[in-house]
C-alpha cells in the first residue's frame, strides 16, 4: 500500500522513470504466496517481508544500481530511502572517477544504515518464518558477530549488501543473493506455517478452522 | 481583583500567541507528519482496490526495462524498476 500514498506517488512522479514487471514463473528467486484478488484486504507488515516477492530497484541513468528495497517498505521508512537514493545518483553523476564513486556509494550506504532512527530498525525486524530459516542458514549476515543470534534487521543487512555491490550495472547485479534471505514462501497471513520449502504451507495457527474450506487459501498439512 | 484585572490583557496576549504559534507548528508539519498508518491494522478490500487504481492511475508505468531505462538516461533522472509476484491491477 505504500506506492499508493498521494505523497509517494508525486515523489516517485518528480524523480523518477518508472516501470513494473511480473517475476512469477520467470525468475528463480521468485517467491510464492497464495493467489489474492485486488480487492482482498490488506494487512500491515515488516520491511523486508516477503522480499522474494516484491523488489524496489533503483537504477541510475546510468544503468548502475543505487539500491535495492526488498519486500515491503512502509511509507516513512520508503521516502527516507528514496531521499538518500536521490543522493546516490546524484554521486554516479558526478565527474569523481569510478574508483572514488565506488568508495563514497560503499560509505555512503554503510553510513545511512548506522543513523537508521530506531523505529525504522524495530520495523525491519524479520518475520518468525524467516527468522527461523536464517537460523538454520550457516554464516548467516542476519547473525550478530557478537553472540550469533539471528537479532539483526532487514534495514541494516540491505544496505551492507548494497555496500557490497558498488554501483554494479544492471546486468552484472545479482538480485537472486541479494534477496536470499527467509523463506520462499511469503503470505500476509504472516507467522502460519508450514511446509514452506515444498510450497504447501498450512494454514496460521490461530486462522485454523476460521476458513470457508471452499474458498481455496490454506492447504491442510499432510 | 484588581491586580487580576490589570493582568487580563497580558494573559489574553499569552493565549492568542499560544494560540497563533500552535496554528503555525501544525502547518509547517502538515508535510512530516508521518505517512505510515501504524493506528490501521488492515485496509479493506474496497480501500485497497482504490489504493490500486490510484497507484496505476497516478504514476506513468513502463512495462518494458529497457525502454523505461532510455528513457531515464533521456531524463536524466533515475529509474524505478518495480518487480513483483503478480500482477499489478490483477492482484496476485
Known sequence: MTLSEPKIIELLKANFVCGWRNIQGVETYAGKSHDHAVASSALHTTNGAGGRNVQLLFVAPSGNVLHCLPGYWDPDGFVHEVEFILELA????????????RDQFQLAHLNHAAHHTEQVVKDSSLQGFDKMKEEKTDGSDFRRKTDGSVMRTVDQVMHERMARRPLLNMSRFDIENVVNYGTRFYDKYGDGCCDLEKGKPTMPKQKKGKMDKGSGGWKEKG | MTSDLKNLP??????????????????????DRPLTPRSIPKFSGTEVSQRVERMIS???W??????????????GKPLFWLQVVGKLDGGL
Open chain 1, 90 to 101: 546524484k554521486l554516479d553523476a558526478s565527474d569523481l572517477s569510478i574508483l572514488e564513486k
Open chain 2, 10 to 31: 497580558i494573559w489574553l496576549s499569552t493565549i492568542a500567541v499560544v494560540f497563533v504559534v500552535s496554528i503555525v507548528a501544525s502547518i509547517s508539519m502538515a508535510d
Open chain 2, 58 to 60: 497516478g504514476v506513468n
Open chain 2, 62 to 75: 513502463h512495462g518494458d526495462f529497457d525502454q523505461a531505462m532510455a528513457k531515464a538516461a533521456e531524463e
